[in-house]
């Protein structure tokens, strides 16, 4: 009888830890956008974009700061960056 009712006792402390466990990761799933209609060559579309774009911005950084680091060194050759 002991070993009956300590087995439904495990078993039901199983099922209410499985049921949380369940629901945090719904919980997480819809918090963080992870739920979606869309298909995954959708997604892998947008994200193909998006990933572009920062390519493209992050290279357009760059090229500017070549630029005025080139241009402070055409000041420190010519002598007018330490003339302060």
Same mark, same amino acid.
């Given at each position: 009888?002991? /070993?009956?009712?300590? =087995? =439904?006792?495990? *078993?039901? &402390? %199983?099922? *209410?830890? *499985? /049921? /949380?466990?369940?629901?945090?990761? $719904? +919980? =997480?799933?819809?918090?963080?956008?992870?739920? &979606?209609? @869309?298909?995954? &060559?959708?997604?892998?579309? +947008?994200?193909?974009?998006?990933?572009?774009?920062?390519?493209?911005?992050?290279?357009?950084? @760059?090229?500017?700061?070549?630029?005025?680091? $080139?241009?402070?060194?055409?000041?420190?050759?010519?002598? +007018? =960056? %330490? /003339?302060?």
């Amino acid at each position: 009888m002991v /070993s009956r009712l300590a =087995y =439904y006792l495990l *078993f039901a &402390s %199983f099922l *209410f830890v *499985f /049921s /949380s466990c369940t629901v945090k990761r $719904k +919980e =997480y799933i819809e918090r963080n956008g992870l739920h &979606s209609d @869309q298909k995954p &060559s959708e997604m892998a579309k +947008e994200i193909g974009a998006q990933t572009k774009k920062q390519n493209r911005a992050y290279k357009k950084e @760059q090229r500017k700061a070549a630029k005025a680091i $080139k241009k402070r060194n055409k000041k420190r050759i010519k002598g +007018e =960056y %330490f /003339s302060k």
